[in-house]
């Protein structure tokens, strides 16, 4: 998964182009239409993608804290976390249901051209050397999630996040970007 932050750069403008596109297009019919694989509508699910930026915002100072303490004390915390998967899908998915009522198509493109600046002003100011420390990761709690995760690998994460669920939209017949 790790990827350069160069390709990294350009992966977070085409997913922010991406949701601008498609928030721009789409009607509010192709919002509400429940989207192919999941239980949430194509608005939910794209705030769900924006919402994996805003997961990699949350986890870059826990992932330095971690990288900084012994190995086992990650590992340790990664099973944790894997043994709580059940709770974590129900907060998961109710969550992305919630905050797209706030973060709905109005406001969620700025939402992630925001938090995609930040995390490039983040990952400009790294050093190589912290661009490949990391943490053990609960890896049952997403399929890009890997026992162990890079710096470099998190800020790829939302990319391959986003990319993944875009495959998920169902928008209309008729619809044409």
Known sequence: MTAAPGTIHHGY???CRELELWLATASDADLRR??????WTNEE?????????MVVQALLPLVRV????????SRGFARLLNGGIGPFDVVNYLG??????????KRMAAKLRRVTRALERQMEGESAASMARGMSFP???DPFFKPWM????LYAYPILHFDFHATQLSFGPE???
């Open 175 to 177: 619809w044409a970007p």
């Open 13 to 15: 403008g085409r997913n």
């Open 139 to 141: 890896d049952r709690w």
């Open 66 to 73: 971690f990288a900084a303490l012994p190995a086992p004390f």
């Open 34 to 39: 429940r989207s192919s694989g999941t239980r």
């Open 150 to 153: 890079s710096m470099a690998d």
């Open 45 to 53: 699910l794209l705030f769900h993608m924006v919402f994996g930026y």
């Open 96 to 105: 992305s249901k919630a905050a797209a009522t706030v973060f709905n198509r």
